[in-house]
């Protein structure tokens, strides 16, 4: 039971306690609970380039509207006189059993908002027992996060890119420093228009933040000596500026030994280079598939799933699971929201493999709304990069909990014991 004191996790319904308890002293929490003011604190912490880059979505952002708006049209209908004196919040992925029905979904760049992000939210998922999906972007190697974590559950996204053995070899140390799922992330073969970092003329990669999986990767360090070799002194290169000097130093800054070593080496710029170079895979097919099915033996998950044809075609292609997103409306504008979708994609699937949903969720009855509709489990995203903005580790925590706290009341004050009693019956 979520309320069990011997299960070894602090009790959901604490958290409201002690918040309350706190205001007797005239404390009030650090990190706001209401989402929207949330975020508005969350930007004023945070660089407008990181705020940016977080915060915006796609073009006009109506995809994000739409995520948002999705939720609003669906109704839950409460029923009374169930003993709901002890809620069961937990949820088994893949043999492990969760307290909670959480994952974080895979954010990248952290060190725009914390220098040891990745370190920091691992902690604290860890903490909570909530999976925590590895950024392929991360700011901090897989095995520096893993090590923080513990016992802490942990999954891996991975971006395909345009070599299979650098897939292999992310997917190998992921495997070695006990990620428990793969999650390969197919919206975003290419950028999409993301409007708010196109203002700013900011891109993170090209100043050397999030790819620190690449810079601690054998395969790719091979690719980069011979890149280094191979340079094209006549390629375009940006006007020099005092802005240049400044992406340069970040440039140095962001490889894993001596700045000044980096720089003068030109492993650092070639880094930079040689990551454009290999990112990612646009021709990327069903057919490719059976390559990392071959390779792994972990969970394999797509995410970025919208259509129930794709759904149909990931089980059939042996793939295990299916995460319903449209990775936060950051890539295509005027998308079709991932909520309104999860029932098609579950229809689809026919119960024989989990379906993950995010994008959109803010709080306790959106989770509740998306597990009626038949969500294994549901990702949280901007919100706890709003925590870590705010207060770090404890910050990101903070945020974990008060999810776990509103949807455990959301589930209760509904009528529902556990997640089991959770069916598109308490919806309208």
């Not at 070593?261 to 454009?276: C, D, M, P, T, Y």
């Amino acid at each position: 039971m979520a309320n069990n004191k011997n299960d070894g996790i602090i009790p959901t319904l604490d958290r409201q306690r002690e918040i309350y308890l706190k205001g007797l002293s005239g404390d009030r929490p650090m990190v706001p609970i209401d989402s929207d003011e949330l975020e508005r604190r969350a930007e004023r912490a945070m660089s407008p380039e990181a705020f940016a880059y977080i915060a915006g979505g796609a073009g006009h952002e109506t995809s994000m509207d739409s995520n948002r708006q999705a939720f609003r049209e669906r109704r839950i209908l409460p029923r009374m006189l169930n003993d709901v004196s002890e809620r069961d919040t937990s949820v088994t992925l893949f043999g492990r059993r969760l307290p909670s029905p959480f994952l974080l979904s895979p954010i990248g760049v952290l060190e725009m908002v914390d220098p040891h992000g990745d370190e920091s939210v691992g902690r604290a998922a860890a903490a909570e027992e909530v999976p925590m999906i590895f950024s392929n972007q991360a700011s901090q190697p897989m095995e520096t996060v893993a090590e923080a974590m513990g016992e802490g559950p942990r999954w891996f996204q991975l971006y395909w890119s345009k070599s299979d053995d650098l897939v292999k070899s992310l997917v190998s140390r992921a495997e070695a420093c006990g990620c428990e799922a793969i999650v390969v992330t197919l919206d975003t073969t290419m950028l999409g228009w993301r409007t708010r970092d196109l203002d700013l003329a900011y891109l993170p990669f090209l100043r050397g933040k999030g790819i620190a999986q690449y810079t601690s990767d054998p395969v790719f360090l091979k690719r980069l000596e011979k890149a280094i070799t191979e340079q094209d002194d006549e390629a375009p290169k940006p006007r020099v500026t005092l802005e240049t000097l400044k992406a340069l130093r970040e440039i140095g800054q962001s490889w894993p030994g001596s700045t000044l070593e980096g720089l003068r080496s030109g492993k650092a710029r070639a880094a930079v280079q040689e990551f454009i170079n290999v990112y990612s895979r646009p021709s990327l097919t069903w057919e490719d598939l059976s390559m990392l099915r071959d390779h792994t033996r972990l969970p394999i998950l797509l995410k970025g799933i919208l259509h129930p044809d794709d759904a149909r075609k990931a089980r059939d292609y042996g793939m295990d699971g299916v995460i319903v997103s449209n990775h936060g409306g950051r890539q295509v504008d005027g998308s079709v929201s991932s909520f309104e979708m999860l029932p098609r994609v579950v229809e689809a699937v026919e119960g024989k493999i989990p379906v993950i949903m995010d994008s959109g969720i803010r709080g306790g009855a959106d989770v509740f709304k998306a597990l009626a509709l038949g969500a294994t489990a549901v990702g949280l995203g901007r919100p706890w990069v709003y925590g870590l903005a705010l207060d770090g580790e404890d910050g990101a925590r903070e945020v974990i909990r008060n999810f776990k706290t509103d949807f455990e009341l959301t589930m209760g004050l509904a009528g529902c014991r556990s997640i089991s009693e959770i069916t598109p019956d308490t919806l309208v």
